[in-house]
T-cell receptor, first 110, second 116 residues
Framework: SQQGEEDPQALSIQEGENATMNCSYK?????LQWYRQNSGRGLVHLIL?????REKHSGRLRVTLDTSKKSSSLLITASRAADTASYFC??????????FGSGTRLLVRP | GAVVSQHPSRVICKSGTSVKIECRSL??????MFWYRQFPKKSLMLMAT?????????EQGVEKDKFLINHASLTLSTLTVTSAHPEDSSFYIC????????????FGEGSRLTVL
């Protein structure tokens, strides 16, 4: 069964704006990962944050993790039309399975 | 970065036939591979975890006799959909890692199965 729920399910923003996606999960985790998927394609790994980390940056991406609230957020700053895709969080649970959230479909309008 | 190759990328078959999908790690040894199924505009559902040299561990609700998984080497895992039916039509994606829990997972490009 899916582990996480993502919010919002869909997000439409103007190029240059920031996009924030949230992810909640239910069990204890080893790490939490964010992935991007273009329509009909495979997944691209964006960033991994370990359970003992609270924030991580990679280029225009910023990920936070709050294990007390069992939630994470992905912030994409200065969005571009090429950022249009589906974004998934995934948690690596204690049995080392990677379980995906429901995903957020991001549309960045030029 | 590491590459995971899936083959075929698209396959159309008749109902009742079996289809094999291959997942290969091209430049690293994958101790663990995961198989996922994705319905249109939906998330990835974990089907099974495959460790080299041992039997796959299937998720609840996944029929192991329907979806045969073999991880015979450190670079190859196969998923065989046996006696396929139209409801098996889906996008199947594999991922591979050198080590858990913090090893990066690399995903294949997926295989779209259509059963007529």
């Amino acid at each position: 069964s899916q582990q996480g729920e993502e919010d919002p399910q869909a997000l439409s923003i103007q190029e240059g704006e920031n996009a924030t996606m949230n992810c909640s999960y239910k069990t204890s985790i080893n790490n939490l990962q964010w992935y991007r998927q273009n329509s009909g394609r495979g997944l691209v790994h964006l960033i991994l944050i370990r359970s003992n980390e609270r924030e991580k940056h990679s280029g225009r991406l910023r990920v936070t993790l709050d294990t007390s609230k069992k939630s994470s957020s992905l912030l994409i700053t200065a969005s571009r039309a090429a950022d249009t895709a589906s974004y998934f969080c995934a948690v690596m649970d204690s049995s080392y399975k990677l379980i995906f959230g429901s995903g957020t479909r991001l549309l960045v309008r030029p | 970065g590491a590459v995971v190759s899936q083959h075929p990328s698209r396959v159309i078959c008749k109902s009742g036939t079996s289809v094999k999908i291959e997942c290969r790690s091209l430049d690293f040894q994958a101790t663990t591979m995961f198989w996922y199924r994705q319905f249109p505009k939906k998330s990835l559902m974990l089907m099974a975890t495959s460790n080299e040299g041992s039997k796959a561990t299937y998720e609840q609700g996944v029929e192991k006799d329907k979806f045969l998984i073999n991880h015979a080497s450190l670079t190859l895992s196969t998923l065989t959909v046996t006696s396929a039916h139209p409801e098996d039509s889906s996008f199947y994606i594999c991922s591979a890692t050198q080590g858990l829990p913090n090893g990066e997972l690399f995903f294949g490009e997926g295989s779209r199965l259509t059963v007529l």
